[in-house]
């Protein structure tokens, strides 16, 4: 990522939740929690619609990767998700589908701007 010293690793991590966020609710999801934290971990966002309930994680990165975002997602990271989601639908009963969505966020730093690149959305992804 070029000239990422003026854009912290938060803010691009927070462009990338705005930009997935915005992309649920044009598909009509309404964002029950966002950054939802407990001791198994967090979830970026939890959306839900009429049918699913979403656990979506989100992974903004920069030019010239070697490899997509989602494969940061690795299988200890997914149980951890599974847990701290588990843990959300007890504190929260719906009966709702639950659902792990992954989005990739693709950006370039301009001038101290964050620029959205690209954008992958992928459903049910684990």
């Known amino acids: 990522m070029r000239n990422m010293a003026a854009v912290t690793k938060k803010q691009a991590g927070d462009f990338g939740e705005h930009v997935t966020r915005e992309y649920l609710e044009k598909l009509d999801y309404a964002i029950?929690?966002?950054n939802y934290h407990?001791?198994?971990g967090e979830?970026?966002?939890i959306a839900k619609n009429s049918e699913f309930i979403l656990f979506v994680e989100v992974k903004t990165r920069g030019e010239g990767l070697l490899y997509r975002p989602?494969?940061?997602v690795t299988f200890q990271k997914?149980?951890?998700l599974k847990k701290t989601a588990q843990l959300f639908l007890c504190e929260?009963?719906?009966l709702l589908q639950p659902r792990f969505d992954v989005s990739e966020v693709f950006i370039r730093v301009c001038q101290n701007d964050i620029i959205l690149t690209d954008f992958?959305?992928?459903p049910?992804?684990?």
């Open 120 to 122: 992958h959305y992928l």
């Open 124 to 126: 049910n992804a684990f």
């Open 43 to 45: 979830i970026d966002i």
């Open 92 to 94: 929260h009963p719906v």
């Open 78 to 80: 997914q149980e951890r």
């Open 38 to 40: 407990c001791r198994y």
């Open 32 to 34: 029950s929690a966002v």
């Open 70 to 72: 989602a494969e940061a």
